[in-house]
């Protein structure tokens, strides 16, 4: 999945949102499905596709993963400018 991709996916979205908006949390799949309303199994799915992007950042323990946002600068204004783009389409 690309980045064009991304943003044309609605939960792909809503994950991409709530990590912009809280820049410093981490969180698990479970509180990130809580959060945006999503089912778990897809949340899953779609934060792994984030970690492939380089948008959020996987830190794995043994018994459960949690992810937050990346620290790019670069990336974090692309990501602005497209979540702009998507809530004026």
Same mark, same amino acid.
């Given at each position: 999945?690309?980045m064009?991709? /991304?943003?044309?996916?609605?939960?792909? /979205?809503? /994950? @991409?949102?709530f990590?912009?908006?809280?820049?410093?949390?981490?969180?698990?799949?479970?509180? *990130?499905?809580t959060w945006?309303?999503e089912?778990?199994e897809? *949340?899953?799915?779609a934060?792994?596709?984030? @970690?492939?992007l380089?948008i959020?950042v996987a830190?794995?323990?043994?018994s459960?993963?949690?992810?937050?946002?990346?620290?790019?600068?670069?990336l974090i204004s692309?990501?602005?400018?497209?979540?702009?783009d998507?809530q004026?389409a």
């Amino acid at each position: 999945m690309n980045m064009n991709e /991304i943003f044309r996916s609605p939960i792909h /979205i809503k /994950i @991409v949102r709530f990590f912009h908006e809280n820049q410093a949390s981490i969180d698990t799949p479970r509180g *990130v499905s809580t959060w945006i309303g999503e089912g778990r199994e897809a *949340v899953k799915k779609a934060l792994e596709d984030l @970690v492939t992007l380089k948008i959020l950042v996987a830190h794995r323990a043994t018994s459960t993963t949690g992810y937050s946002y990346t620290r790019d600068g670069k990336l974090i204004s692309k990501i602005s400018k497209l979540l702009k783009d998507t809530q004026s389409a």
